[in-house]
């Protein structure tokens, strides 16, 4: 089976990437991505591949490359489906905020309306995968709904996680550490379809590194991964604490344990906290099954990485707080960076937002910057909490267009996402511009103490 025409149901952060990659690497493959948003389709397609909606290294190059040869952009969803032989499902899949599992498990509504869409359009059999992140069994209720509601075509099922890490997407497709496919191997029918997907992986990957599953475990695989992931974070940032009250440094105790082979040297660079689309929602998601099948212990295991977090961004503010004399009311704190890391103009689920939302509480005057972040969607974070009034957010915070705007005249600076460009700011005209005594937070060590301490800064950093 060689596949001919691919479709890609949402175009975001995860559809829009691997797709252009597949493209790029596949010139014999017409790659259609659809969205029912059509602004955002409307940026894919801009004469300048420099607007593209999403922000990633070496993206846009890949896009230029394909765009219109193979790789094409489109509302209509529709003829997409109907022509394609393989279908991928990336749409988003936020946490439910209603219901049955409201702020656990994951919303499959737009998964759901997907899958009826391919039903009632398709006119020939489709290979469907699962690219979004999913609950494990997902692809038991995609065929439920495929096979009872459809014109009678066959469908294959593949679970196909996604595993690229915002802001380094276009080299984590390129070269991934694997590729995993699930599907029902057991049949031949199932095998064909896993073969035909790892076919065009195996256009620039290595097979041996193309790994294929039954859905169960790849599904369950993907859960995990973030999982570790996220836990590893917690786990190192519950020893920033300890590092504060001791004089034990967070730094050199993750660079001494991650020399252990055993353990590893990445994710153990603390931080005010992790953010992103997935862990959250990956935990969340393994504590919700978890609890649905009545294991508290492990449910409770998994819900601890995330109460973690939360106390990291929470201490971070309170921190804030209580070093400029027990009250921020009235004063101006400039923030630095609102991405949930650098590299990327994402922001869900970013520390920034939940650090600025503790401080408004406290009365402070807010001003942030980011290189990749406008203000509208500052305000759209702050207001999707529904802690205070728009009205409010939008008195309370501004939002400029350079650091410096940010330092002028600030009682206290926040560092909050590890933006190279910071590192290179000229902290001494920042330090004169500020009011005395001059304080720094960084929440992600991406600062110098020593020379900030010598410039007169008052610094305080997480983890020493
Ligand atoms: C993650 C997974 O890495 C990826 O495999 C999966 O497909 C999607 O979820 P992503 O959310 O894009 O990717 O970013 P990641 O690099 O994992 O960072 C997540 C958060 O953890 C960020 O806020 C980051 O700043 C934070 N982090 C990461 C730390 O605080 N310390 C670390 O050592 C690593
Ligand atoms: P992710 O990080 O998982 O890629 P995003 O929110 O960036 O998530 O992208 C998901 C995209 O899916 C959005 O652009 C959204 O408009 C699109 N989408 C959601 N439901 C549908 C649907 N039924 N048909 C087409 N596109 C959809």
């Avoid at 937002?353 to 001003?367: G, H, K, P, T």
Wanted: aromatic residues 8%; proline residues 2%; glycine residues 6%.
């Amino acid at each position: 089976m060689k596949i001919k025409n691919i479709c890609c149901i949402g175009a975001g952060y995860v559809g829009g990437p691997t797709m252009a990659v597949i493209a790029q690497k596949c010139p014999e493959i017409n790659v259609t991505v659809v969205d029912i948003n059509d602004k955002r389709i409307a940026a894919w397609n801009d004469d300048n591949v420099d607007n593209i909606p999403i922000y990633e290294p070496g993206l846009s190059r890949v896009v230029e490359e394909a765009r219109g040869r193979n790789l094409f952009f489109s509302t209509d969803v529709e003829k997409a489906i109907d022509q394609a032989d393989m279908i991928f499902i990336s749409v988003n899949t936020p946490t439910k905020t209603y219901g049955i599992g409201k702020g656990m498990a994951a919303d499959l509504k737009f998964i759901e309306l997907c899958a009826r869409q391919i039903a009632r359009v398709a006119t020939t059999d489709k290979i469907v995968v699962e690219k979004s992140t999913l609950p494990v069994r997902t692809a038991e209720a995609l065929r439920n709904i495929l096979d009872n509601t459809g014109n009678g075509v066959k469908y294959q099922i593949l679970s196909n996680p996604e595993f690229l890490a915002e802001g380094t997407a276009v080299d984590d497709l390129m070269n991934p550490d694997r590729v995993l496919i699930g599907g029902d191997i057991d049949t031949t029918e199932g095998a064909e379809a896993v073969e035909a997907l790892v076919d065009v992986y195996a256009h620039w990957i290595d097979r041996e590194r193309i790994l294929t599953t039954n859905v169960w475990s790849s599904e369950l695989s993907k859960l995990t991964a973030n999982a570790f992931l996220a836990q590893r974070v917690s786990s190192i940032n519950s020893l920033s604490e300890l590092c504060e009250k001791t004089g034990a440094d967070v730094n050199e105790v993750a660079k001494a344990v991650g020399m252990d082979s055993r353990i590893g040297p990445k994710f153990l660079q603390s931080s005010v906290g992790f953010g992103g689309s997935c862990f959250q929602k990956d935990l969340l998601n393994l504590v919700y099954i978890a609890k649905s099948y009545g294991l508290n212990e492990v449910a409770d295991y998994w819900e601890q990485v995330i109460i973690m977090n939360d106390h990291q961004k929470k201490r971070f503010a309170a921190n804030i707080v209580k070093t400029l004399f027990n009250t921020v009311s009235g004063k101006k704190i400039g923030v630095l960076g609102w991405a949930f890391k650098k590299d990327t103009n994402d922001t869900r689920e970013s520390a920034a937002i939940y650090v600025v939302d503790y401080l408004l509480n406290e009365q402070a005057d807010v001003v942030v910057y980011d290189p990749k972040v406008n203000a509208e969607q500052v305000y759209a974070d702050l207001d999707h909490l529904n802690t205070r009034s728009e009205a409010e957010n939008r008195a309370r915070v501004t939002v400029v267009n350079s650091a410096m705007d940010v330092t002028k005249d600030a009682h206290a600076v926040a560092v909050l996402t590890e933006w190279d460009e910071f590192k290179s700011l000229d902290w001494s005209l920042i330090y004169d511009d500020m009011l005395k005594p001059a304080f720094l937070f960084d929440g992600r060590r991406l600062l110098n103490r020593a020379e900030k301490e010598k410039i007169g800064f008052e610094f305080y950093a997480i983890g020493s």
